[in-house]
Nanobody, 119 residues
Framework: QVQLVESGGGLVQAGDSLRLSCAAS????????MGWFRQAPGKERHFVAA????????YYTDSVKGRFTISRDNAKNTVYLQMNSLKPEDTAVYYC????????????WGQGTQVTVSS
């Protein structure tokens, strides 16, 4: 079992930046690829970014490429999502998850953190 707790969300204006953090506990964090997902009101949850267990590879959905950066610190059992040039359409609840980028299956999820971007 892996417990995940997100933090760093908030209310910002368009063009601002935020850094989300996801702290993990339980099973060995470095065994897992990590992902960030988001769910806007009334919409399904969608993939945002992922990073492999050693941080060697990263993946992004097209809408955030060049603006968001995923990283991890295995010594701190934490994964980050640096979000720059935020847009109102980035407004959502952001979730981190632990799993595998090879099959896209994520076994453990956090409770989410709200990001609201005003225009």
């Amino acid at each position: 079992q892996v417990q995940l707790v997100e933090s760093g969300g908030g209310l910002v204006q368009a063009g601002d930046s935020l850094r989300l953090s996801c702290a993990a506990s339980g099973r060995t964090f470095s065994n897992y690829d990590m992902g960030w997902f988001r769910q806007a009101p009334g919409k399904e949850r969608h993939f945002v970014a992922a990073i492999t267990w050693r941080g060697a590879r990263t993946y992004y959905t097209d809408s955030v490429k060049g603006r968001f950066t995923i990283s991890r610190d295995n010594a701190k059992n934490t994964v980050y999502l640096q979000m720059n040039s935020l847009k109102p359409e980035d407004t959502a609840v952001y979730y981190c998850a632990a799993g595998s980028t090879s099959n896209g299956w994520y076994d453990f999820w956090g409770q989410g953190t709200q990001v609201t971007v005003s225009s």
